[in-house]
Structure formats: C-alpha cells, structure tokens
C-alpha cells in the first residue's frame, strides 16, 4: 500500500521510473437521488493511462492540473458504460453526470475490452490536499502504485532508488522511522504479473506438473500401442526394406501415423478446452485473478498445435527407432515366428509399461495428499 505523498515523491525522485501511477477501488451511486444505481469504479491519477500505454477513444485524459484539490472534478468512463447508460451518444463529452451526489464532467471515454480492473466502469481523477502531498501524507497508505520502467533500468535499479528515496524520508521525519522499524515495513518493486499471482502461483503450477505428467502418460501409452502395432506390421515392412525402401521411407510412414494421432488428439483438446473455460468461468472465476480474460487466443492454438507436433514426433520415433535397429535378417525372423515379439521389442515394451505405472503412481500420490489436505483444512475447528 502507498499514501499519495509516495507518488508525487517517487514521480520526481525516483529516475529508474519512466511514468508512476496510484489508483484504488472506488464505489459510486450514479444518477440522480431516487433512482440510485451503485457501479464500481477507480479514483486514478492521470499517470495511469501512461503507465498502461491506452488511450480514450474518444475525448482526452486527465491532466495534472485537475489534480488540485478544488478543481473541476472529472470522470473517464468504460466502453461498455457508456453504450449502456448514455447510449453510446457522441455528445457525451462535455456532459456533467452525479456520482455519490457529486457532479463529474465526463472527458473522455476509454477503449473497450481493457484487462485492467474490468469490473471498474467510472474511472475518477483523484484530487490531493496540501496535506496529503506533504510528509505528514505519508502515514496515510491507501492507493496501489504502478510504474513502468525507464529505458535501461532494471528492478534492481528501482529498488536503490527507492530504498535511497526511504532513507532520506525517515531522515525527514525521526517519528516514522520509529514507526517502520517497529512494524518492519518495506518496499519492494515486483513485476506486475508476480502480484497478480502471488497467490494462485503455487497452486498454478502444481496444476501444470498434473498436466504434464498426464501428458507424457498419455504419449507413453501411445508409444507402446504404435510400438506393438509395428510389431504386428514386422512382414509388412520387411517386405518394404527387401524391395528397397530406405531407412527415411519407412521412417516417414511411421511418423505419419503418430502424427494423425496426435495432431487428432490435439484438436480434441482444444475441443475440452472450449468447455473447460467455460466451466471455470461459471465455477471458479472469482478465485483466479483477470479470469475474465482466460480465452482460446492464437498463442493458446499455436501452443497446442506445437505440443501435438512434437509429441508425434517424439514419441513416434520410439517404434520407427525399434524397427531402423533391427536388421533385414532378424525382421524376417520375426516374419517367421507369425509375428511374435522379439526379445528387444519386449525389453522395450516392458520399459514403457514401468514408465507409465511410475508416472501414474506419482500423480495419484499428489492427488491423494491434496485431497488429504483438503479434508484436514475443513476439518479445523476455527474457534468460534
């Protein structure tokens, strides 16, 4: 948390800061008394469209001159508001609306489909005191802070700035030195995309390792079907290396087949994808942060058709390898015991059959302390 006081402190001070920001939630009865409807909102200063790199699609971004206490009060509103209560009406700008009993000036209306604070439909210009500017301010921490880098600074960069910002202020002010040292505050600077996370991350990837290990399950066991498929296959192609066929020719048909599979398995993915965001939007959407935003983009279909590639590729070549090590003679062997097993396709077999009970095993011992631990947590008697 931050106090106003860090912002206009941190904007001039801090030089690894190309443009710095302060916001927070804000909620407004809009209209006239009577007929009141709440909608959430953002007090911002006008740093924040810089910070984010948008701009209103219509009229103009608050200027630092509205940020003085007593000054005309403005407002920017979202797409979707402004089609909805205004009826999209170009004649907007200009026009004076209530909030919370107050009059705002709409200036500028901001581009649709923004993935920053999407339930926030007003978004205010703050106005600051001369107190709340000063160092006294300092006490008061209750604006989030953006900021985006200058060209060449690093996060290591921001954090002496800011700890040399620090110094200097509790030098200022003995009494909130004590105040700091006591509670153990600091700052820190973090990626954006780490606070958002921070507190589904462990969670997130836990849900990644379950995924993985499903996925290389799955390729194993269709490795051992392609594998004992080409066993089956061993007249077909030895006949096809007697007749000439090189190494890559028989290569390529093997490859082929994984790859129909895979790049099916792939589109059927996508398919269960499609419902399972759906499912997430409806069941858990609140407990993931910018969930609004989770949808099948390009980078999602370019992902997925990368993954199906090269898991054909790779775990096609396990039988393709299988049968280029084999040679003519001990194929038609093969030929010759109506297609059994020889001992090295079962050596390979028996290995791939180990591989997946093992990963399976490991999967379903995560699963099982999850579950454990789920059950021990609702079980905790809070106290009260």
Avoid at 53 to 58: A, D, F, G, R, S
Avoid at 251 to 261: A, G, K, Y
Avoid at 324 to 335: A, E
Wanted: proline share 4%; charged share 15%; aromatic share 8%.
């Amino acid at each position: 948390q931050n106090s106003a006081t860090d912002y206009f402190d941190r904007r001039e001070q801090v030089p690894s800061f190309a443009s710095v920001c302060i916001y927070r939630q804000r909620d407004y009865v809009v209209g006239e008394p009577g007929s009141p409807v709440q909608v959430s909102g953002l007090e911002i200063t006008p740093s924040l469209l810089d910070v984010l790199k948008i701009q209103p699609v219509l009229g103009r971004n608050f200027s630092d001159e509205e940020m003085e206490d007593g000054a005309t009060r403005v407002a920017l509103i979202t797409s979707g508001f402004w089609q909805e209560f205004l009826g999209g009406d170009p004649e907007t700008i200009g026009r004076d609306i209530q909030l919370s009993g107050r009059d705002f000036t709409v200036v500028g209306v901001l581009p649709a489909g923004l993935d920053f604070a999407s339930d926030a439909r007003i978004w205010v210009c703050g106005q600051y005191t001369a107190e709340e500017r000063s160092a006294e301010g300092l006490h008061s921490n209750s604006f989030n802070m953006l900021a985006r880098l200058a060209p060449g600074a690093t996060l290591a960069s921001a954090r002496r700035d800011l700890s040399a910002l620090n110094k200097a202020n509790l030098q200022r002010i003995p009494e909130l030195a004590a105040l700091i040292s006591e509670t153990g505050y600091f700052t820190d600077v973090v990626p954006y995309a780490d606070h958002l996370l921070r507190d589904v991350r462990a969670g997130l990837i836990f849900l990644q390792i379950g995924v993985l290990l499903v996925l290389v399950i799955g390729c194993v066991n269709v490795a051992n079907l392609l594998l004992s498929r080409s066993t089956g296959r061993v007249k077909e192609l030895a006949v096809r290396f007697a007749l000439g066929a090189g190494n890559w020719r028989v290569t390529r048909q093997l490859l082929v087949d994984s790859m129909v599979l895979s790049i099916a398995g792939g589109f059927l993915g996508l398919v269960v994808g499609v419902w399972g965001i759906s499912a997430v939007q409806v069941l858990g959407a609140d407990q993931l942060p910018r969930a609004e935003g989770i949808s099948l983009n390009l980078t999602v279909l370019g992902f997925t058709v990368l993954v199906s590639l090269l898991t054909g590729l790779v775990f096609g070549l396990i039988p393709a390898l299988h049968v280029l090590r084999s040679n003519l003679r001990d194929l038609f062997q093969q030929t010759s015991r109506t297609g059994s097993q020889g001992p090295s396709s079962v050596v390979l077999r028996n290995f791939l059959v180990v591989v997946q009970v093992a990963l399976a095993f490991i999967l379903v011992v995560g699963a099982g302390l999850l579950m454990r631990s789920y059950l021990v947590l609702t079980s905790v008697d809070p106290g009260f």
